[in-house]
């Protein structure tokens, strides 16, 4: 399998994820989004015709892309690791639920800063995601993780929106502060930070 990746997006959520999960043998190729092209010199629209990351090649040919979707994929993949989706019960459905909340509450909001938006747009979507911040500590709670005391899916997404927020001017709150730093300690997520050029501190 391959994973197609650009530096800072939002592939460096399954990048941690695959790191975590110990999945070894899924190769990363960055693309290069304003030329469409690989690394290795394919012209990445004949891969993925919406030229957006992430998307995985699985060892069929078939392609699957969006991200929520990419990260519960990826942790199939290693149902004995830390990052197993929970089979069953209300545990299941709380962490499709958050995935959910990071895609179409925070996720698309910062989409919408990425477009360079006119002033009002700019201001108006920088106060919504402020406020989905603010939802999301009160998620946390008093917990190490999203979802308690195990790193998971949510939390590697989570963590690119954390990344994302200084290139706005967003701060987050303290709480959130705190779980970013403990998320960027793991040793997964340095690891992806470093491969694909991203500061580590």
């Given at each position: 399998?391959?994973?197609y990746y650009a530096k800072g997006?939002?592939s460096?959520a399954?990048?941690?994820?695959?790191r975590?999960?110990?999945?070894d043998?899924?190769?990363?190729e960055r693309?290069?989004l304003k030329?469409?092209?690989?690394?290795?010199?394919?012209?990445?629209?004949?891969?993925?015709?919406m030229?957006?990351?992430?998307?995985l090649?699985l060892?069929n040919?078939?392609l699957?892309?969006?991200?929520a979707v990419?990260l519960?994929f990826?942790?199939s993949?290693?149902p004995n690791?830390e990052?197993?989706?929970?089979a069953e019960?209300?545990e299941?459905?709380?962490l499709?639920?958050?995935?959910?909340?990071?895609?179409?509450?925070?996720h698309?909001?910062?989409?919408q800063?990425?477009a360079?938006?006119?002033e009002?747009w700019?201001?108006k979507a920088?106060?919504?995601?402020?406020?989905?911040?603010?939802?999301?500590?009160?998620?946390?709670?008093?917990?190490?993780y999203?979802?308690g005391?195990?790193?998971?899916i949510?939390d590697?997404?989570a963590?690119v929106m954390?990344?994302?927020?200084p290139?706005?001017?967003?701060v987050?709150?303290?709480?959130l502060?705190?779980?970013?730093?403990?998320i960027?300690?793991?040793?997964?997520?340095q690891g992806a930070?470093?491969?694909?050029?991203?500061?580590?501190?």
């Amino acid at each position: 399998m391959k994973l197609y990746y650009a530096k800072g997006t939002c592939s460096l959520a399954p990048h941690i994820v695959i790191r975590e999960a110990g999945l070894d043998d899924i190769i990363l190729e960055r693309v290069d989004l304003k030329t469409h092209t690989t690394a290795t010199q394919r012209d990445y629209l004949m891969i993925n015709p919406m030229g957006a990351v992430p998307a995985l090649e699985l060892d069929n040919g078939e392609l699957l892309t969006e991200n929520a979707v990419l990260l519960q994929f990826l942790a199939s993949l290693a149902p004995n690791s830390e990052i197993a989706m929970p089979a069953e019960g209300m545990e299941r459905w709380r962490l499709l639920e958050l995935l959910n909340f990071i895609a179409t509450e925070m996720h698309k909001g910062f989409s919408q800063l990425f477009a360079h938006p006119p002033e009002e747009w700019r201001v108006k979507a920088t106060e919504k995601i402020k406020s989905r911040f603010a939802l999301l500590a009160t998620k946390l709670g008093q917990k190490p993780y999203l979802t308690g005391e195990r790193f998971s899916i949510a939390d590697a997404y989570a963590f690119v929106m954390f990344v994302w927020a200084p290139r706005f001017e967003i701060v987050l709150p303290a709480e959130l502060q705190t779980y970013a730093q403990r998320i960027r300690a793991r040793q997964a997520v340095q690891g992806a930070l470093r491969e694909e050029g991203l500061p580590t501190s």
